[in-house]
């Protein structure tokens, strides 16, 4: 008890660079479990891209091709998916709601999805999060869009706006639909997903703009529900949610042998992961990362405790003169670097705390990553137990040194 006082009353005494030794260490912890707590939850986000959808159907292709274009706008597919599959299927026993989605046309760069009032009821993201309106409604009638957020703010549109969406996926296109302006009724809150740059627009004006329907004739049917969706001849895909998890996988069975058109049925839950799993050296990258961190933190502990040891010498003499042991010196400074790196460890959890509480709603919408702010996880109290053990020995060094210093070491004059 005696040394626990003795060593409290000695970092007291050199506060100034304890203090730095302490923040170092209490960075390094932040930073140590900043990492691990936003890998975790990255994985965690992108697996949630979608939630609450049991299937995606589209033309049949290669499953992580299918889930790039209906989910991430990324790519497209070469065969679309016909009406009359798209109402056959949808009107299975079990099945609860569906999204008709097709795409194809973009507006400056950012892509344009058609779809039903379905879209905003049903499609979740995150932890089952539903869609939730920034400004405005959902679009009601057929020349109207809806933005995501990212699309409104990085274009600055705002309510009753009017835009004119162009032919095709890229960023240049030759071909505009000048003659079928939109209007701006719309903007979403942000998802951090792929909605935020996305434009909604009724499924019916797909067909509309590309010649499927005159504007004329549609004029006259404004205000019915069904004039939103029309009757398109195809889309890109479709969503779909069943009234019980046990009809997932029958009706994914029997959507993959449907003879009359070549269709695929995916889980997207499943073949996020699959996807996440190809991009694991990102994982292991954020891993190196926060070993390194933790690495030279504690050599700079090791550093500060040897360049205060050096300073001490007189100190230490001046114990050993008043009968203090070898022994007693050793535990003495592995007393102060244990206190020192708990400390730290405090510290750095308060630090990541903090970080994680005011960083969340920045990580959510510029990134998608859903930040858990909740207890620190069994691994996380383990990495620290690691970084605590680390620290002490680390602090074996200086101790050791100090064991092996004579009274002499200390009380001669060098010059």
């Known amino acids: 008890m005696i040394l626990i006082k003795l060593a409290y009353k000695s970092l007291l005494n050199r506060r100034s660079s304890v203090l730095l030794t302490l923040l170092t260490i209490a960075i390094s912890v932040m930073l140590l479990l900043s990492i691990e707590r936003v890998r975790i939850d990255a994985k965690s986000s992108f697996s949630n891209t979608i939630s609450g959808t049991d299937l995606i159907v589209g033309a049949r292709t290669g499953d992580i091709q299918l889930l790039l274009s209906s989910v991430f706008r990324i790519g497209h597919t070469n065969n679309g998916v016909s009406w009359q599959s798209y109402e056959y299927i949808t009107e299975q026993h079990g099945v609860k709601w569906s999204i008709p989605i097709s795409l194809g046309d973009s507006h400056k760069g950012q892509a344009v999805l058609g779809t039903t009032l379905d879209y905003f009821n049903y499609y979740r993201f995150g932890k089952k999060q539903p869609l939730s309106f920034k400004q405005g409604h959902a679009f009601n009638t057929i020349n109207q869009v809806v933005l995501g957020s990212e699309v409104a703010s990085k274009l600055n549109y705002k309510l009753g706006d009017s835009i004119v969406i162009s032919h095709g996926m890229g960023s240049t296109s030759f071909h505009h639909h000048d003659d079928n302006p939109f209007k701006v009724v719309g903007i979403l809150n942000a998802t951090g997903t792929p909605v935020d740059k996305t434009l909604h627009i009724p499924l019916a004006a797909i067909d509309l703009i590309h010649g499927g329907h005159s504007a004329e004739h549609d004029e006259h049917e404004h205000e019915e529900h069904s004039n939103l969706v029309g009757h398109p001849k195809q889309i890109t895909a479709f969503l779909m949610g069943f009234n019980s998890p046990l009809y997932t996988l029958q009706i994914r069975r029997n959507i993959n042998q449907y003879k009359k058109e070549a269709l695929l049925g995916i889980m997207p839950t ?23 961190v933790v690495i030279i933190s504690l050599l700079g502990m090791l550093t500060t405790l040897l360049a205060n040891l050096n300073q001490r010498r007189r100190e230490l003499a001046i114990l050993r003169s008043v009968g203090a042991r ?4 050793f535990t003495l400074i592995s007393i102060e ?12 959890c308060v630090l990541f705390y903090a970080l994680m509480f005011f960083g969340a709603g920045y990580l959510q919408s510029h990134a998608g990553i859903s930040i858990n702010i909740a207890m620190l996880s069994y691994y996380e109290l383990t990495l620290i137990g690691v970084i605590m053990i680390a620290g ?7 101790a050791t040194r100090a064991y092996f210093y004579s009274l002499s070491d200390g009380m001669s004059i060098k010059i």
């Open 337 to 348: 670097s244990l206190l020192t790196t708990l400390l730290g460890c405090i510290v750095g």
């Open 326 to 329: 070898p022994w007693q010196l």
């Open 392 to 398: 002490f020995i680390i602090g074996l060094i200086p």
């Open 270 to 292: 499943v073949t996020l992961k699959e996807l996440w799993e190809m991009l694991a050296i990102v994982e292991k990258i954020l891993l190196l990362f926060s070993v390194v």
